[in-house]
């Protein structure tokens, strides 16, 4: 079952050949797939080859298979995990009844919804970071991102496999419709926002990996605990990929940090215009960056009081993080959780009945998670002796929806007024000033084992092979 089949056109563990009507279906949206890839994926990419991980099989020791290939050439397929046997639902009104391997039609429309928002945010980022390649700051770098840009070509396929098989000609639009949508684009954008927004330079894609990556992470992982159990499965190994991204993300924050303290301690400064003459990103800086991509990040979640949360919960549909380990009733009907709110001029905490508030909770988490990789960044400047600390805004900071949308909050958690907001932001976000400083230290370093000087070598390469290893030949 776990086997690959590398030997059909799209490799898949599905018995694809089975089903010959599904078989076609994916094989005629397979060549639009490839004209956007190569309408939309990384730019000037197409005669590189890219030592990239491909998987063989699903099974935890060996899914990968390093070598170098042609992006276009990727075998993007099909990749489930194991199914298990008898899995019962474990939440929601249906607990302990069998899992699903087909669509309930009372929960067809939502589930279809679902899965088009995860599906939607995979093509988005690769059109988000398709210049990003002309800009590297290492050739190991931008094999990373290759390889993240391939694998979110993955996820999207992963999806349209779910629409082909289960929503029929609706499925079959909704996959069409996936390719036709852009990140930015006026008249048919992405559906989430943060999908449309530029990834301008690495330190956002940086930040982007870290932190909008793990959102991913934190929505396939409710996703992996679906009544719908095809959904599960694919999202499983969906998540067995997300995990190099984020650390793409965590590891090029911190190499990008390294750089800039062992810069501190050579000028013996922290003075912004001496290291912005030294080519170095200032730690106030990133401090500005993970304010916007964390703040931006958390609206991912959605309002913070959501009846279609509490009916995806419900229904099977999505559960929470870790459901599986938690030790309440996995109903939640008379249970309550704590959301902000801004009523004169404070902060204030208000309960409110849980199974509206997963949303919330999910953020919560998410929080929790991604304040995990801030205090290890710490730790490279604490290591190095500079007082400087990096910590995550408060959750009610420079936030666009739910309760606490368009409210003025500092990093710190306090309500001021929008005089106030206004003179002060460009301490808190990233300036047109600061963005334009860090696009100026953006230039395409790509000789094997060459840094740029605004980045710190990585500890060790891919595939244990070394840091000056070719990994993409250029042609
Ligand atoms: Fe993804
Ligand atoms: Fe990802």
Not at 12 to 39: C, H, K, M, Y
Not at 284 to 292: G, M
Not at 401 to 419: C, F, N, W
Not at 444 to 472: C, L, S
Request: net charge negative; charged share 25%.
């Amino acid at each position: 079952m776990s086997g690959i089949n590398y030997s059909e056109k799209i490799p898949n563990n599905v018995n694809l050949s089975e089903d010959r009507t599904l078989q076609r279906a994916l094989e005629q949206w397979q060549p639009n797939f490839i004209n956007w890839w190569d309408d939309m994926g990384p730019e000037g990419s197409t005669d590189m080859d890219v030592y990239l991980r491909t998987a063989v099989s699903v099974d935890p020791q060996g899914w990968a298979q390093f070598g170098h290939v042609k992006m276009r050439d990727y075998r993007w397929g099909v990749f489930l995990n194991p199914g298990e046997e008898d899995r019962k639902i474990h939440f929601g009104d249906h607990i302990g009844e069998k899992a699903w391997q087909d669509v309930p039609g009372e929960h067809r429309a939502n589930l279809r919804r679902i899965i088009v928002t995860q599906g939607d945010t995979e093509p988005a980022s690769v059109e988000q970071q398709r210049h990003l390649g002309l800009t590297a700051p290492s050739m190991y770098d931008l094999r990373n991102l290759f390889q993240i840009n391939v694998e979110e070509g993955r996820h999207l396929w992963a999806m349209v496999y779910l629409l082909h098989k289960y929503f029929g000609k609706d499925g079959r639009e909704e996959a069409d419709a996936l390719l036709q949508r852009n990140s930015g684009n006026e008249d048919n954008p992405r559906i989430l926002q943060a999908f449309n927004e530029k990834t301008p330079d690495w330190l956002s894609f940086f930040m982007f990996t870290y932190f909008t990556d793990r959102d991913g992470k934190f929505q396939l992982c409710a996703l992996a605990e679906s009544a719908f159990d095809p959904l599960a499965r694919t999202t499983k190994f969906m998540l067995t990929e997300e995990a190099h991204h984020m650390f793409v993300g965590e590891s090029g924050v911190s190499r990008t940090i390294q750089r800039t303290v062992d810069v501190m301690n050579q000028l013996k400064t922290d003075d912004v215009a001496k290291l912005r003459a030294a080519g170095v990103i200032d730690l106030p800086t990133i401090q500005r960056y993970i304010n916007f991509h964390f703040s931006v990040t958390i609206d991912l979640f959605g309002a913070d009081q959501s009846s279609n949360a509490a009916t995806f919960y419900s229904s099977g549909l999505k559960g929470r993080y870790e459901e599986g380990k938690r030790t309440d009733d996995h109903v939640l009907k008379g249970n309550s959780y704590k959301i902000l709110s801004v009523e004169d001029g404070k902060l204030v905490e208000k309960e409110v009945p849980m199974l509206n508030a997963l949303n919330e909770v999910l953020r919560d988490d998410y929080i929790t998670d991604s304040k995990g990789g801030i205090d290890r960044w710490n730790r490279v400047i604490a290591k190095a002796g500079i007082p400087f600390t990096l910590t995550a805004p408060h959750k009610a900071f420079h936030r666009n929806i739910g309760s606490l949308s368009g409210a003025k909050i500092t990093p710190d958690g306090r309500v001021v007024s929008d005089e106030e907001w206004m003179a002060k932001v460009g301490e808190w976000l990233p300036s047109n000033e600061d963005r334009a400083y860090v696009a100026s230290l953006m230039g395409r370093v790509v000789e094997p084992g060459k840094f740029a000087n605004w980045i710190a070598p990585p500890v060790m390469g891919i595939n244990r092979q070394p840091v000056d290893f070719d990994y993409v030949r250029f042609n």
